[in-house]
Nanobody, 114 residues
Framework: QVQFVESGGGLVQPGGSLRLSCAASGSIFSIYGMGWYRQAPGKQRELVARVTSGGTITYIDHPVKGRFTISRDNAKNTVYLQMNSLKPEDTAVYYC???????WGQGTQVTVSS
């Protein structure tokens, strides 16, 4: 079973950027499709972007298109989410997981505020 440790969150001003990282345990990471999810206060967790084991990328949450970029490095068992032009509505706890998801990690808090 793959486990995840997310990092890279923080407080950023509107228009700023953050790069989230997700380190995955397990030697078979490369066979999984991966996703970044987020849960805003008072809302359900939602899939933001996903990348298949073969590298095909889909952005599920349309407002992030053109601003967020998901990528993976199978050699490092790591998935990234580059977030640019951040908006207050991007404030949430961000999680990575397989797609479809398994057990959740701790996530990393992203707060966009002036």
């Amino acid at each position: 079973q793959v486990q995840f440790v997310e990092s890279g969150g923080g407080l950023v001003q509107p228009g700023g950027s953050l790069r989230l990282s997700c380190a995955a345990s397990g030697s078979i990471f490369s066979i999984y499709g991966m996703g970044w999810y987020r849960q805003a206060p008072g809302k359900q967790r939602e899939l933001v972007a996903r990348v298949t084991s073969g590298g095909t990328i889909t952005y599920i949450d349309h407002p992030v298109k053109g601003r967020f970029t998901i990528s993976r490095d199978n050699a490092k068992n790591t998935v990234y989410l580059q977030m640019n032009s951040l908006k207050p509505e991007d404030t949430a706890v961000y999680y990575c997981n397989t797609n479809p998801p398994g057990p959740w990690g701790q996530g990393t808090q992203v707060t966009v505020s002036s």
